[in-house]
Nanobody, 125 residues
């Protein structure tokens, strides 16, 4: 059972950056596809970014393309989300998720079986 712990959330002004991290509890983390989702108050949880188990494939929501970058290093149990040029509409709780999916970066929520508790990001205007 994979346990995921997010960190790095906080309060920032629009235009600034934050880096979120997600640490997995298992050494077999390298075989899991990973993603970041977010949920704003009163809204559905939505995909932000995804990365394949190999790290060779990434995928992003249109709203964050060019501003956010998901990454993972081979042999490490951590995946990061670098968020730049943050906007007030990026305000949400950000969740890390893991999947045994073995294809390209997966953005569909139902493929993800393991979830962290979330970290809150608030962007002020």
């Amino acid at each position: 059972q994979v346990r995921l712990v997010e960190s790095g959330g906080g309060l920032v002004q629009a235009g600034n950056s934050l880096r979120l991290s997600c640490e997995a509890s298992e050494r077999s983390f390298d075989s899991y596809a990973m993603a970041w989702f977010r949920q704003a108050p009163g809204k559905e949880r939505e995909i932000v970014a995804a990365i394949s188990w190999s790290g060779d494939s990434t995928n992003y929501a249109d709203s964050v393309k060019g501003r956010f970058a998901i990454s993972r290093a081979s042999g490490e149990s951590t995946v990061h989300l670098q968020m730049s040029n943050l906007k007030p509409e990026d305000t949400a709780v950000y969740y890390c998720a893991a999947s045994t999916f073995t294809g390209t970066a997966q953005t569909v929520r139902r493929y993800y079986s393991y979830w962290g508790q979330g970290t809150k990001v608030t962007v002020s205007s």
